[in-house]
């Protein structure tokens, strides 16, 4: 049964980090590209940062710019997302999925951040 767990979400304050976390299994997991989406409230998901397989490319959304880092370790079957720099702005769900354009989802963890 395929599966994604993330983990690592919270309340961080504005300029703060926060690692999330996702573990999958049920898949090959080094086959696959992976992907961070996020979704705040009332907008539409979008795409945060996506990493090919092997960790050869990676590909950040414009509001990026520098502050978050994708990372993949296939021996533990685990991508990871550094966000740094943290603004209220980017408050929302986090979502891992597999795929480039994500076509499987973890389960979400929320994002706050806040003073």
């Known amino acids: 049964q395929m599966q994604l767990v993330q983990s690592g979400g919270g309340l961080v304050q504005p300029g703060g980090s926060l690692r999330l976390s996702c573990t999958g299994s049920?898949?090959?997991?080094?086959?696959?590209?992976m992907s961070w989406y996020r979704q705040a409230p009332g907008k539409n998901r979008e795409l945060v940062a996506r990493i090919a397989v092997d960790g050869s490319s990676t590909n950040y959304a414009d509001f990026v710019n520098g502050r978050f880092i994708i990372s993949r370790d296939d021996a533990k079957k685990t991508v990871y997302l550094q966000l740094n720099s943290l603004k209220s702005e980017d408050t929302a769900v986090y979502y891992c999925?597999?795929?480039?354009?994500?076509?499987?989802w973890g389960q979400g963890t929320q994002v706050t951040v806040a003073s």
């Open positions: 049920g898949f090959t997991f080094s086959n696959n590209a």
């Open positions: 999925g597999i795929g480039w354009s994500a076509w499987y």
